[in-house]
């Protein structure tokens, strides 16, 4: 599975972005995809997931701010991003995984939340 991101930039606070991360492969309607993001000197942390039957999970920071999506027909994952904040910049990284065929990240993509 290979994963690219795009849709990163440069954005003023309270101002959105949409992520898209498109996989390869016939069955990436099997995986649970995820968004992910690592700031400068810190851990990378999951942000939202979607499971296979569409089951989200996000982070308490992104919850009411954050939607994650995905569209099986065009195999891309959505993350759709309101009301950021400064402290959303980071490297946001695409995730898919399996329990059979395990885990695959993309190369990231920079959001930058700044006046």
């Known amino acids: 599975v290979q994963l690219v991101e795009s849709g990163g930039g440069l954005v003023q606070p309270g101002g959105s972005l949409r992520l898209s991360c498109a996989a390869s492969?016939?069955?990436?309607?099997?995986?649970?995809m995820g968004w992910y993001r690592q700031a400068p000197g810190k851990q990378r942390e999951v942000v939202a997931t979607?499971?296979?039957?569409?089951?989200?999970n996000y982070a308490d920071s992104v919850k009411g701010r954050f939607t994650i999506s995905r569209d099986n027909a065009k195999n891309t994952v959505y993350l759709q991003m309101n009301s950021l904040k400064p402290e959303d910049t980071a490297v946001y990284y695409c995730?898919?995984?399996?329990?059979?065929?395990?885990?695959?990240w993309g190369q990231g993509t920079q959001v930058t939340v700044s006046s």
């Open positions: 492969g016939s069955i990436f309607r099997t995986y649970t």
């Open positions: 995730n898919a995984d399996h329990t059979i065929f395990g885990g695959y």
């Open positions: 979607i499971t296979s039957s569409s089951s989200t």
